[in-house]
């Protein structure tokens, strides 16, 4: 059970337990003991959905990683690759299969494709002399993939590149499938609207897919009462600034990784006296961050500066409830007070660990760098000599700080800019080449075709304008006891957020202006439902919005749309989804184009 | 001897034929030998011959098929193995042949009929006998049946000759009937019918509950009730009397369902509606009757009447269609083409649409599209208009019939109509239309689907025509682009080059430059064609910096000659780092002119060169050769960075007034800090020099600055 999927507004423990369903049903038709060769990206997000233990229910006994050349000996009847329908896959699984032939006796071979069957693999196989070999090619649609309550994230890397770059509509067609996935499950979604070229062409793809489906009514009360498509290009400036929410921060420094984080060890050395401390552990400490662990839940989407007080606040709560102790009196007391200890035990171990994160955040943030990096994002965002090289700039690439860093700063500049002009983008570019290397000509191309980093087009900076419609920047930022979104920037209040923020109320009517200036064109779709379905909303009852980032979000968008769903008068509950869980960094990561 | 070729007969010119005797035979033979079954084995092989069976039939046991035959007065069973004489039990004696046999429609009964005019009748196992009656007719009959009822304990068979039916059973006496004319009989489930030229008869045993109503001077509860509606109808106090009676005998409940069961059973409309009457009459005075019996019993014989009608002329009897299945009567209708018909009652029957209507349509269509005198519009447009968006209809099955037929045409009209695009492109693909299939593949945003047909079109056109496709479908051509990238570069580079996309191809030849050239020579000139391609993208930038990346490659290469050591691949900057750091100051200012990087940078560089190199005497030289754009602070950072507060000290009142406060705490000067913060009245610097003010040696300094804070604020 994973129940921290069911405490949300819409219960995705039924997608979970679906997608798990149908592994076991596909692992149950290869009759026998199993070994499964996993393509190795899938590895994480399968973690989400099934343990080992479940495979091990079904018999599967060994696991390994694809690789060249034969698979490792194992004494099994079935072998299963679990992999992405790519090419170069399928060469490595023909070679895996043709050596097995060679050994002897011969096993049953499986594959599954993960999310989708590809005749073009299919093809592939057959050229190579295989595709006979398998008696089960199926597919397995796992799509979107439950990470919290609220959150579903397909984690498909290279779907922002695919998608802008490299004009390859793949994933965008895998999220249509996933929305039509929960449709299914939690009814017709009535209302559809969209912001960007990407939203339009999944809400196209949805509409044909409807049609497919016609015949097999869905019978579900809906669930969600709109779905919002976002497209990421619509908002490129969020993802470059720093994220100043506790999780935003854990992921920037450290990298979340399917709900995980490794983080250094020696905070977490087990304080016992008479270790001496001799024995540090040296490997990384793995800790899985979602809403099961009470206190995260509590301040994942806090200001990072707001954490220290709570954490603070709960040490003494906690402390003061160990107390208690010494006034229970009675035996019923007593019983009482041992019954709680494990609850408060856990509460105490959590306590500690998030308590040693934020030490290691403190670290990194009070750092002057830290603060000099931050100023600078701030200027730009709020509108301050963004036409300008920028000193703090010129310094990190001469004493040669991280590119990446780098690279989100010129491009956070550009996009504040509406584009540079072209002196300057040809002075940072010159820079950049100058100093990390010329090959990183091809990033730069990239980022440039991306759009994040361009030269300024028409002489007008269409920056401000937006800023100020969308009260993008927010001076009297209250990060303890936030009143807007802008809290999680510490003043710039995300653009995509707000953008959903607007359309729940007033209505994106009154922002038309802006919206023509955002790339791609802005549209409703309704999906009539049967009469018996329609909702007769509850006076006071929120309204449920899917909101899908095409192309990734960050932790701390997650945490502003949460502060919307948390509003008392809201009136609009939001459950996330998107391509890819994303940071500043791993996306610039993921445009980077290494020649060698 | 004189003629031996005299039996010799020729056929053609060149061959002859003789026949002679081997012997002569003397059989004692009873029949002629054309009365015989004859089998003969070659290599002269034994002749055996058996006088024909006079008649067999097939049984069906345990699943395996039998044959008994009868050959004058004995029984064989036949296997696929073996043959084996079977006796049936009781059978009377003097039987000297066989003349018919009959196999009920359940298969567990048989029937036989002897020379002597008398009727075996028993368990086609042979086992047990059931009954026997001798009809004293010796004439072979022309057909024998079954007559039966599912779950009746009553067997009867049918026995007819040319004119005369008899009907005989468990019972001492016959049924006889007169024949007109020719006629046939047809044994079924739950009787038998008989045709002939002129009539179509129905010869059954009367149901029970017919019989219990119908029977004269029946009181069964069925007849009461019956009675009891007809005499309400005629507004007689008598109703009242009869259904008090059933009522008193509390057999309402068995009237209802007797009337109902009879219904079903009735051939006739009126009749059929009298009982329905009674039926919900009697129901109104119960209280919980289930009204599902009478509900289907009314829907079931308004189907049955439909199909019985004599345009039709399915005469199905109640237990028949019960047997049969409401989706074979209406696979029935389809293959006669009665399409409207099957329609109707799916509707009236509510059956869910995808076993119903959209399959009915979908077999129409199908019909349809073989309608070879009608013009391909009017086809596709007609089953459109039908059809429309029928849930389950499958608008590619039908193109495949149309396809089948050779209506490429009318197949891609009707594909128009499919949604399912996994469906639509296949097909298109497999009728040669592929262009069309690519757009569809394209409308589906099914990426796996588009590569599909590309790679199909890739095989089916030559490479102009191919490419000039991709350059009309700007998604297809950038999917296949992706392909190249990974599968076929030379591909990419000529994709690349028929667009014009001089950008591209100058990023293709510098990924080119690093990964397929191994030379310096090779990597040079692939960056040259890089620069020109950019040249031509109008990418002055791109163009200058590859220039500038093959003259730095060519530098790094004599450096490489010249001093040893790495420089290939460096960056500019950690080229100019490196040679600083192996002491050749001379070149790396060269390089630094050459290449004109700005002087911020370049002070950066050497000042974080000559520290890693703990070159403090070189770095103070540095320092004073003229006014540092970049300030001292980083001078005493770095200083500080390799723990060397006596060179950071010196920098420290270098430090301009803005950072001096900054520089002073680096080195750990927090009293002099002090005096410049308070000299500057510098809130910020206040704080931040309080901030460094650490235990008892500060104390003086901490109490200092809060001094000057109290002061200003008097002030």
């Known amino acids: 059970m994973a129940a921290h999927l069911s405490y949300g507004r819409v219960n995705l423990n039924v997608l979970r337990e679906a997608v798990r369903r149908e592994l076991r049903e596909f692992l149950d038709k290869c009759a026998g003991s199993k070994a499964i060769v996993w393509d190795e990206y899938l590895t994480g997000p399968f973690g989400l959905i099934a343990q080992y233990s479940l495979l091990k229910e079904h018999e599967v006994e060994k696991m390994f990683t694809l690789k060249g050349n034969r698979l490792p000996a194992a004494d099994v009847k079935n072998i299963i690759f679990f992999v992405r329908p790519r090419l170069e896959l399928m060469d490595i699984i023909a ?6 032939d060679r050994r002897g006796p011969t096993r049953d071979f499986h594959i599954l494709f993960v999310p989708r069957r590809s005749l073009l693999c299919e093809q592939r196989l057959k050229d190579l002399g295989v595709l006979g070999s398998f008696i089960h090619r199926e597919e397995y649609s796992l799509d979107l993939i439950p990470f919290d309550g609220d959150l579903l994230s397909m984690e498909s890397e290279g779907a922002f590149k695919e998608c802008y770059l490299e004009g390859d509509q793949t994933s965008l067609y895998h999220a249509a499938k996933g929305l039509m996935t929960l449709q299914a499950l939690y009814g017709t979604i009535p209302q559809i609207f969209g912001k960007g070229e990407c939203a339009r062409q999944v809400a196209n793809m949805m509409i044909r897919m409807k049609r497919e489906f016609t015949g097999s009514q869905n019978s579900i009360f809906p669930v969600f009462d709109n779905l919002l498509l976002l497209d990421r290009n619509v908002d490129l400036l969020t993802p470059l600034a720093t994220q100043l929410t506790y999780e935003g921060l854990i992921d920037e420094i450290y990298g979340i990784q399917n709900s995980y984080v490794k983080l250094p060890p020696e905070k977490f050395a087990p304080k016992k006296q008479g270790d001496g401390g001799k024995d540090l552990p040296t490997e990384a400490k793995k800790l899985q961050l979602n809403s099961a662990e009470e206190l995260y839940a509590e301040i994942r989407d806090k200001n990072f500066n707001a954490v220290g007080s709570v954490l603070s606040k709960k040490a003494k709560i906690i402390s003061a409830a160990f107390e208690e102790r010494h006034n229970a009196k009675t035996v019923g007391e007593i019983k009482q007070f041992v019954s709680q200890l494990p609850h408060m035990q856990a509460a105490r171990g959590s306590l500690a660990n998030r308590t040693s994160i934020a030490e290691l955040i403190k670290d990194v943030t009070t750092s002057e760098d830290f603060f000099d990096k931050l100023t600078v994002e701030q200027e730009f965002m709020s509108g301050i000599d963004t036409d300008k090289v920028n000193n703090y700039i010129e310094d990190c690439i001469a004493q040669k700080h991280s590119l990446i860093k780098v690279l989100r700063l010129v491009c956070l500049q550009s996009v504040c800019n509406s584009g540079l002009k072209q002196k300057v983008l040809d002075y940072y570019k010159r820079e950049i080449l100058q100093t990390y290397g010329y090959e990183h000509i091809l990033t730069l191309h990239n980022l440039e075709k991306a759009g994040l980093l361009k030269p300024q087009t028409g002489g007008r900076n269409n920056y401000p304008t937006i800023r100020k ?3 993008l920047w927010m001076d009297d930022v209250n990060e303890q006891n936030p009143t807007d979104i802008s809290y999680v920037y510490s003043g710039y209040a995300p653009l995509s957020v707000r953008l959903a923020q607007l359309l729940s109320r007033p209505g994106w009517r009154s922002i038309e202006e802006v919206l023509r200036i955002l790339p791609g064109p802005h549209f409703e779709e309704r999906q009539p439902l049967p009469t018996g379905l329609q909702k007769k909303r509850q006076p006071g009852e929120n309204r449920v919005t899917l909101i899908f980032f095409l192309g990734g979000v960050t932790f701390a968008e997650i945490a502003a749309l949460r502060f919307l769903s948390q509003l008392e008068d809201g009136g609009t509950e939001y459950v996330i989804a998107t391509t890819k869980l994303m940071n500043g960094t791993s996306w610039i990561e993921a445009l980077m184009e290494k020649p060698f | 001897m004189d003629c031996y070729t005299a039996n010799w007969n020729p056929l053609g010119d060149s061959a002859f034929y003789r026949k002679y005797e081997l012997y002569s035979m003397d059989w004692d033979l009873k029949e002629e030998l054309r009365d015989c079954l004859v089998a003969a084995a070659p290599y002269g092989g034994p002749i055996g011959l058996q006088s024909a069976p006079s008649c067999w039939t097939v049984l069906c046991q345990d699943r395996v098929a039998h044959i008994l035959l009868a050959v004058g007065p004995d029984l064989y069973l036949l296997d696929h193995a073996a043959c084996s004489a079977v006796t049936p039990p009781g059978l009377a004696p003097g039987v000297s042949s066989f003349l018919q046999m009959a196999v009920s429609f359940t298969y567990r009964h048989l029937a036989l009929f002897t020379d002597t005019g008398y009727i075996w009748m028993g368990t086609a196992s042979l086992k047990e006998k059931l009954c026997e009656f001798n009809c004293n007719i010796r004439a072979p009959p022309k057909q024998m049946v079954w007559c039966s009822r599912p779950r009746s304990k009553e067997r009867a068979v049918v026995v007819a000759w040319e004119r005369r039916l008899m009907v005989v059973g468990d019972a001492p006496e016959s049924i006889q009937f007169v024949l007109d004319e020719d006629s046939y009989l047809v044994p079924e489930l739950d009787g038998v019918r008989i045709f002939s030229r002129s009539t179509h008869e129905f010869l059954h045993e009367v149901p029970a509950a017919s019989e219990e109503i119908f029977k004269i001077a029946s009181m069964a ?21 009869y259904l008090r009676e059933i009522q008193e005998l509390g057999q309402l409940t068995q009237a209802v369902q007797q009337c109902i069961e009879a219904a079903g059973h009735e051939h006739q409309p009126d009749m059929q509606k009298s009982l329905l009457r009674a039926a919900s009459f009697g129901k109104c005075f119960l209280d919980r009757f289930p009204p599902d019996s009478f509900v289907h019993m009314c829907q079931d014989l308004r189907v049955l009447n439909a199909v019985r009608d004599y345009h039709i002329g399915i005469p199905l009897t109640y237990s028949q269609y019960k047997q049969l299945t409401i989706q074979v009567l209406l696979d029935r209708l389809v293959l006669r083409r009665l399409y409207p018909l099957a ?7 509510r059956l869910p649409e995808v076993q119903g209507v959209s399959r009915i349509l979908a077999h129409w269509a199908c019909y349809k599209v073989q309608q070879k005198d009608v013009s391909d519009e009017d086809v596709a447009r007609a089953i459109n208009q039908k059809l429309g968006d029928t849930p389950g209809v499958s608008y590619s099955d039908i193109a495949a019939r149309a396809y089948g037929c050779g209506r490429t045409e009318l197949a891609i009209k009707l594909l128009e109509y499919e949604p399912r695009s996994g469906e639509q492109v296949p097909l298109l693909l497999k009728m040669k239309r592929s262009k069309l299939a690519l757009s569809k593949a394209i409308e589906s945003g099914d990426t796996d689907l588009v590569f599909t047909v590309l790679l199909h079109l890739k095989n089916e056109l030559n490479r102009g025509d191919f490419f000039m496709t991709l350059r009309n479908q700007p998604m297809a051509l950038s999917l296949y682009r992706q392909f190249c990238k990974h599968q076929e570069l030379e591909t990419l580079k000529d994709l690349y080059n028929q667009d014009d996309n001089h950008q591209e191809l100058g990023s293709f030849h510098i990924r080119a430059s690093y990964a397929a050239e191994e030379r310096i020579e090779g990597r040079v000139a692939a960056l040259q064609t890089a620069a020109d391609a ?11 910096a590859t220039e500038d990346q093959m003259r730095l490659l060519r530098l790094q290469r004599r450096l490489e000659d010249e001093l040893g050591g790495q420089f290939l691949d460096l960056s500019l900057h950690d080229t100019v780092t490196t040679l600083i750091l192996g002491g050749h100051n001379k070149r790396a200012e060269q390089l630094a002119r050459d290449f004109r990087i700005p002087d ?8 974080t060169a000559l520290a890693d190199l703990e070159d403090w005497e070189e770095l103070e030289k540095f320092s004073k050769s003229k006014k540092s754009p970049i300030g001292y602070l980083p001078f005493v950072e770095i200083c500080m960075k390799q723990h060397n507060k006596y060179e950071a000290k010196k920098y420290a009142s270098r430090v301009g007034p803005e950072q001096k406060v900054k520089a002073l705490l680096l080195v750990g000067d927090v009293a ?29 300094t901490a109490d200092k600055i809060q001094r000057a804070r109290a002061q200003a604020q008097k002030k």
Do not use: M
């Not at chain 2, 329609?343 to 029957?349: D, G, K």
């Not at chain 2, 950019?534 to 200058?544: M, S």
């Not at chain 2, 911020?600 to 000042?607: G, N, T, V």
């Open chain 1, 95 to 100: 070679e895996n299969v043709l050596s097995e």
């Open chain 1, 469 to 471: 419609t969308l009260r």
């Open chain 2, 600 to 607: 911020k940078r370049l002070w950066w560089l050497k000042l």
């Open chain 2, 534 to 544: 950019f040249y031509k993208a109008k990418n002055e930038f791109a163009a200058k």
């Open chain 2, 221 to 241: 509860p069925g007849a009461l009730l019956l009675e009891a509606q007809k005499e309400y109808e005629k507004e007689s106090q008598k109703a009242d009397e």
């Open chain 2, 343 to 349: 329609i109707q009652i799916c509707e009236y029957l």
């Open chain 2, 672 to 700: 002099q800090a002090a005096d410049v913060a308070i000299e500057h009245r510098n809130e910020a610097e206040l704080s931040l020099v309080l901030s460094h003010c650490t235990g008892a040696t500060d104390g003086a």
